[in-house]
């Protein structure tokens, strides 16, 4: 998520003073009195954009994905040159599959200030990648919201296991393959020590979704009990050449 911040075009605004203490609250992860306090700012001036971009922020990290995207565009619509609401509208859109929505704010923006070199990339980039821009590598590590497999998620949270199964394997049929209903499956194959089955769903989830550093740590797990840690190895090399970003879990290979 993009925060206010000296470096980024933010003009004068009213109650800069408390927006700046409820953004530290929100660093600091005080989140219930950060939101106060922005909903005190907004009581007192129903435009002031960069509250409403934060309060997007605290909405996103409590993983109300659409209360996310609202505010962001509520802080775009009232200052349309706004670069940091816009990407956070952007990450925002990826996630709930909508970006055609937003490109007619990224064009407003962008005759804005022409100058922008970020809004000016995101712009290009929904106009020349159109529905490809799910399957970019920023798209995929922000995640896709399916509230069907968060319900799953939550009942393997819980260590209901069978139930979890049923459901991650209902998604499946009527949704089709899914990085994360792979990885589900591969977790609670790992859990009933069917290793082999948890590797072999890790490799798939992988093969959908190459950007999860979890993924990859449940792969090497599930190799080392199942004997397949050089095929493990072999793997993550491979997508490492891709995805550089993968180095920061290199070290777990290399042992």
Known sequence: MSKDNPDTFNPPALFAEENEAAEALVS???????????????????????????????????????????????????????????INAFDAALKLRCVDDIEPLFEKAKSLRPRDEEIAIIHESILREGDGIYQSERALRIGRYNPRIDEAQALLDDGKLYEAMAKYLKINDEEGPSGKVFSGLGVISYYQKRYGDAFSLFVESIKLDPTSLENFLNLLDAAKACGKENDAKNIFSLYLKQFPFLREIAKEFEA
Do not use: C, Q
């Not at 960069?50 to 659409?66: D, E, L, Q, V």
């Open 28 to 86: 600091a992860g005080n989140l219930p009195e950060a939101a106060k306090k922005l909903v005190e700012i907004v009581e007192l001036d129903p435009d002031n954009h960069r509250a409403y971009n934060t309060i997007g922020i605290i909405a996103w990290m409590r993983k109300a994905w659409k209360d996310a995207y609202g505010m962001f565009i509520k802080a775009a619509a009232i200052r349309p040159d706004y670069t940091d609401a816009l």
